[in-house]
């Protein structure tokens, strides 16, 4: 598992070449969410919505912790992981710092 920068996801999301999963929840991601982020909330984790084995996906939770357990999981699994080092927080306050 990789762990990326908030600028790293924005420089991702700005790609759209990879798979974005927030997981935190559906009335948070309703207020506001990375562009070109899929929300998967915890415990709602499930097959239809990963790319075939191999692919690289990009996981945000709020803080950093979650989204590191779940990419480990993943990437047990055969997947390419990378996980926000601070997570959604973090990548709030960098977006402000770049205005």
Avoid: W
């Avoid at 990375?34 to 939770?61: D, S």
């Avoid at 779940?70 to 960098?94: D, H, N, W």
Wanted: glycine content about 12%; hydrophobic content about 35%.
């Amino acid at each position: 598992m990789e762990t990326i920068s908030a600028r790293e996801l924005e420089r991702y999301a700005r790609e759209g070449k990879y798979l974005i999963i927030d997981l935190r929840s559906r009335e948070d991601f309703r207020r506001k969410h990375v562009r070109g982020a899929v929300n998967v909330p915890q415990g709602h984790f499930g097959a239809g919505i990963l790319p075939e084995k191999g692919a690289a996906v990009i996981l945000y939770c709020d803080r950093g912790a979650l989204s590191m357990a779940v990419a480990r999981e993943l990437e047990r699994r055969g997947y390419r992981t990378k996980s926000v080092v601070g997570g959604f927080r973090a990548y709030c306050g960098q977006a402000e710092s770049m205005d």
